[in-house]
């Protein structure tokens, strides 16, 4: 006797068919759900089934083909196929055969019964209130997973259109000036006449004349660059720092945890595209400088492979030569000690040792000049004030109207910091969280120095690594952390508060917009770093847990 055709068909765990003699609305009420899907016996199947398979053969109907007459729904052939291809628990099984009114509307009785049995239907108009499956959150889980599957699916687009975009305002709209990188050009061939420290670049605008505040060690490094004319250097130095924003992607992606959210090519590419637009990046563009080579020397020697073949030797030496070229990475060496990596730290200090005692075996009197003399100086550096300074030093001084040194105010500010970062390093090393170290030890370094300036910021794109994809990257606070540095760096808001501040009659006197707007960068080290501290009650980080061997250091 041959079957009827089905009209229904809605798989709850157990199958249930409806004829065409009993509606939708009269479906068996739904039995208790099981956990994986029904291994029964196969479903009688209708004449046009028979005839879509051909004489001779058996089995289920291939899904591929024609639907048969009165069916509605998609047939349960899913139930046979290896475990491997079944639909993962929690998804909807409506496929192609199914009709657009039962696809998109959870209201009928057969989308109830699916969405019900199932999960979540496909967004669409008939999404309602009312149950789980229509519910905003649910929708809004929907929506954002299709988001991110379409924005990921087209990472390569988004990264040609961020360097393409990026070339064009390089080219055409607004040329950067480039004028650090003009410092290391003309004040890098005086280090051999003992004029380095005299030179002084005029440019436009408030700024004063610049003069080389970098250790005669730099100028050395920068010598080479003095033999191209300018317009191939600043070309060539674009390039490099264009093409050092992978590197520093890859090498903060490397220091995370294994127990950490994976990253694929195609997240790289929108890392990559999505940091050449932040603040502190763009700004060390505009201005060629240095900062962007030396994170990256700085990383590289914690991911190389010669940071493990010497037992973390190597590791130790991007560390050193960065801070023999400028000191503020030097704060990076607290990293091996916070890591008990002693013989990494020895190396940092043995190779900084060798960069200064280079210097002075080929210039002595400007290397006695710095060290002695130039150093403990930072009113030739600029402003401690100005709204490009994002330390706390440079924020509590706006707030007073003037310079507040090493004061009172100061170092109630420093004991707060030490002790936040203090719990956030403790919290970061008994999960072995490496990047989460460094970032505390580096906002740390960032929030205590005389001055930081906004492109010295550039570790913001490390901590946005580990806010997005470290362990605790669902917790409130790091969404919120997360959330503030992209409205900050993103939204370019240091350079429009130093807009206002090169306006005022005054410089000393600063109304309250740019007194809180000072804290910037500031505040958002400090929800970092209290993401960080909370890293040690996660529920899927233990101390317990060691790093993969390819991610190891040591």
Request: net charge positive; aromatic share 8%.
């Amino acid at each position: 006797m041959e079957h009827q055709p089905l009209r229904y068909q809605i798989i709850h765990g157990r199958r249930s068919i409806t004829r065409p003699d009993r509606p939708a609305s009269q479906l068996p009420a739904r039995g208790p759900r099981r956990s994986g899907p029904s291994r029964s016996t196969a479903l009688p199947r209708s004449g046009g089934d028979r005839a879509r398979q051909g004489p001779g053969r058996s089995g289920p109907p291939d899904p591929s083909g024609p639907a048969p007459s009165g069916c509605i729904l998609r047939p349960a052939v899913w139930w046979w196929q290896p475990r491997s291809r079944r639909p993962a628990a929690g998804r909807s099984r409506i496929g192609p055969w199914t009709p657009s009114s039962v696809r998109t509307s959870s209201t009928s009785p057969a989308g109830q019964a699916l969405s019900d049995g199932f999960g979540a239907v496909p967004p669409g108009k008939g999404a309602r209130g009312g149950d789980a499956t229509g519910s905003p959150r649910a929708r809004w889980g929907r929506w954002r997973r299709w988001g991110r599957s379409w924005v990921l699916g087209r990472a390569g687009w988004w990264l040609a259109a961020s360097l393409a975009l990026h070339a064009l305002m390089v080219l055409l709209v607004a040329r950067p000036d480039m004028v650090d990188l003009r410092v290391y050009y003309t004040a890098s061939p005086r280090v051999l006449t003992g004029h380095l420290y005299d030179v002084r670049l005029r440019v436009d605008g408030p700024a004063p004349a610049l003069p080389f505040t970098y250790p005669p060690f730099a100028a050395l490094v920068f010598l080479p660059l003095s033999l191209l004319p300018w317009p191939v250097a600043a070309a060539l130095w674009q390039l490099l720092c264009v093409a050092a924003i992978p590197a520093l992607v890859w090498g903060a992606v490397r220091l995370l945890p294994p127990w950490a959210g994976t990253v694929d090519r195609r997240q790289l590419m929108l890392w990559v595209a999505g940091s050449l637009w932040l603040e502190p990046v763009r700004h060390t563009l505009d201005l060629g400088q240095v900062n962007l080579f030396l994170v990256v020397l700085v990383l590289g020697g914690l991911t190389a492979p010669w940071g493990t073949a010497a037992r973390g030797l190597g590791s130790g030496a991007g560390v050193g030569v960065a801070a023999g070229v400028k000191l503020s990475p030097a704060v990076g060496g607290l990293y091996f000690l916070v890591t008990r990596q002693w013989r990494a730290a020895a190396c940092a200090a043995l190779v900084f040792a060798g960069s200064v005692a280079a210097a002075w075996w080929v210039v002595a009197e400007e290397s006695v000049r710095y060290w002695h003399r130039l150093l403990p100086d930072t009113t030739r550096i600029g402003r401690v004030d100005s709204m490009r300074n994002q330390s706390v030093r440079g924020a509590l001084s706006r707030f007073v109207g003037h310079d507040v040194g090493h004061g009172l105010a100061w170092s109630l500010a420093a004991v707060m910091a030490l002790v936040l970062a203090g719990y956030a390093l403790r919290a970061a090393w008994r999960t072995r969280d490496r990047l989460a170290v460094l970032v505390a030890v580096q906002l740390l370094g960032l929030l205590l120095a005389p001055i930081s300036w906004s492109h010295h910021w550039i570790w913001c794109v490390p901590a946005l690594v580990w806010l997005v994809h470290g362990p605790r990257r669902d917790r409130l606070c790091s969404r919120i952390a997360c959330g503030l540095w992209v409205v900050m760096a993103g939204g370019r808001v240091v350079p429009q508060l130093t807009r206002v501040q090169d306006r005022l009659p005054d410089p000393a006197a600063h109304p309250a917009l740019l007194a809180w707007g000072g804290w910037t960068y500031a505040l958002c080290a400090t929800l970092t770093l209290i993401a960080v501290a909370g890293t040690g009650s996660s529920r899927t980080a233990t101390s317990t847990v060691r790093p993969s061997p390819d991610r190891a250091d040591a």
